[in-house]
């Protein structure tokens, strides 16, 4: 097996005990996507140059010459960020984003940046301007989104860990479809300086990785408080690999009757019900629940998130920032040519948050949706005093072909399971708990109360030791006849 198959917790041994450098680890990584780039198409930009200049620099500190993916939203100083769109094509930052800071300060070598759907707005990364990327697992088939080249990236070898955002699931969706764990922190966990604003109530950046040990390795770099970002909470966090023990008993976990009354792929259904026995056979404690206020969350979540969208990204206006249209006659002119190179996805979000926030038209929409949150939010909070955690699974449905989902609000219902946790800010991971018939893999979703996240990792871990699925490497275009 090649050393790109490897966990970031394996690797780390290897470096530790010199059996490997931190440029073999990196060749191995290059020499992978090499073969498998082509086809998975999970990087806009791949920054071998950079990463073989910071190793012969010498690398120290946790995550010492292990290669990370980021997300093409996350700013990489003298590194292109695109966000996926025209308008920001050409845009190379001058700063880092806190989060790279912090991986660099413990030696991590940025392998590449990911593609997504446009400004993260979509559950496919079809909504990329560029092009879009492919479920390493069976590559007919979308990788979710709207982070998945990062998650992509993860499954087929390309990194060892990624950084994505998850905004209404960006992370728990595509790590669902590719079959790794996927986090998204509590609101204000890790710093959100230097990504790209979509709908900043609710963006937070997530971890992806190949299994529970490596979340709990990268959240303990990436948590902690930043004066830079004005939500950030001041906090200490503990060391989250304290939390890796295989141990249930005890642990009260609710199940809301509407996560699996929903419309949803019965395979999935029976997948989660069977993970959800093993819990239980291992101690755990399971109770159906209520939680009616579900039925609103992705009405809301999309009338919060393009209103906000419609503010962020006005200052793509051709003068203040992005692309600008330089032959035109007067400003009008300019502005509209401008934006016009905003994707069909992203001008619809605008107009339709632009529409919400209307005066006569924000009464009905943008103030309801924002009670139904409160709502949610408080119906949560009360479920969170008499259980320790929620499960539910991540997705309606497994991964999806190419092309198959042409209407955008098909294509939004498979956030229904993972809005909550952004209306609430409360933390939620994915993780694999075995394939449907065509052998597509299918997520679990654990969500927990606010900053909780040790008790994620904890539940995670043993449900991973109990279903003893391991992601086992990209295995090339029949992945999918391989049984997981
Ligand atoms: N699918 C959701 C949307 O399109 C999620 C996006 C996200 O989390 N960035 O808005």
Do not use: W
Request: aromatic share 10%.
């Amino acid at each position: 097996m090649g050393l790109y198959n490897y966990t970031i917790h394996q690797l780390q041994e290897l470096i530790a005990g010199k059996e490997v450098t931190a440029k073999e680890l990196l060749d191995s990584f290059l020499e992978n996507i090499e073969n498998v780039e082509e086809e998975v198409k999970a990087y806009i930009t791949i920054t071998e140059g950079e990463a073989r200049s910071r190793i012969e620099q010498g690398l120290q500190g946790k995550l010492a010459g292990i290669p990370i993916a980021v997300k093409d939203n996350i700013s990489t100083e003298g590194i292109k960020t695109t966000c996926a769109s025209r308008i920001l094509e050409d845009y190379v930052p001058p700063f880092d984003a806190t989060v790279i800071r912090r991986l660099k300060e413990e030696g991590a070598v940025i392998i590449g940046k990911n593609n997504l759907d446009e400004f993260a707005m979509g559950s496919s990364t079809e909504n990329s301007a560029f092009f879009p990327t492919r479920n390493p697992r069976n590559t007919d088939y979308v990788p979710g989104g709207s982070s998945g080249g990062s998650a992509a990236a993860v499954a087929a070898g390309e990194a060892a860990g990624a950084l994505g955002s998850d905004t209404g699931g960006s992370v728990r969706q595509p790590a669902s479809f590719c079959g790794i764990v996927g986090l998204k922190p509590t609101y204000g966990s890790i710093s959100r300086y230097g990504l790209a604003a979509f709908a900043s109530s609710l963006d937070q950046i997530g971890i992806f990785s190949r299994d529970v040990e490596d979340t709990a390795i990268l959240l303990n770099v990436l948590t902690g408080y930043d004066p830079l970002d004005s939500t950030s909470a001041k906090l200490q966090h503990p060391d989250y690999t304290d939390f890796l023990k295989d141990e249930l008993e005890g642990m009260k976990i609710a199940l809301p009757e509407e996560y699996f009354s929903v419309d949803m792929d019965p395979e999935v259904r029976e997948c989660v019900i069977t993970a959800v026995r093993k819990l239980e056979e291992a101690g755990a404690e399971i109770e159906e629940v209520r939680l009616s206020g579900l039925k609103y969350a992705l009405a809301a979540y999309y009338i919060i998130s393009s209103a906000e969208a419609s503010s962020n990204l006005a200052r793509y206006d051709g003068v203040r920032y992005g692309y600008r249209f330089s032959n035109a006659r007067g400003i009008n002119e300019m502005y509209e040519k401008s934006r016009k190179e905003f994707g069909d996805e992203v001008k619809r979000r605008i107009l339709f948050g632009t529409y919400v926030l209307s005066s006569g038209k924000y009464e009905d929409y943008y103030l309801k949706a924002q009670k139904a949150r409160k709502q949610l939010t408080e119906e949560i909070q009360n479920l969170f005093r008499e259980y320790h955690l929620l499960v539910s699974p991540a997705t309606p449905t497994t991964a999806f072909k190419l092309g198959a989902v042409k209407d955008p609000f098909e294509m939004d219902q498979t956030g229904i399971f993972t809005v909550a946790a952004n209306l609430s800010g409360i933390p939620a991971i994915s993780i694999p708990c075995g394939v449907d018939s065509r052998n597509l893999p299918v997520g679990i979703q654990i969500m927990g109360p606010h900053f909780q996240e040790g008790r994620l990792i904890q539940a995670a871990y043993s449900l991973e030791n109990i279903l003893g699925f391991k992601d086992p490497g990209y295995c090339g275009r029949y992945c999918h006849e391989q049984k997981l």
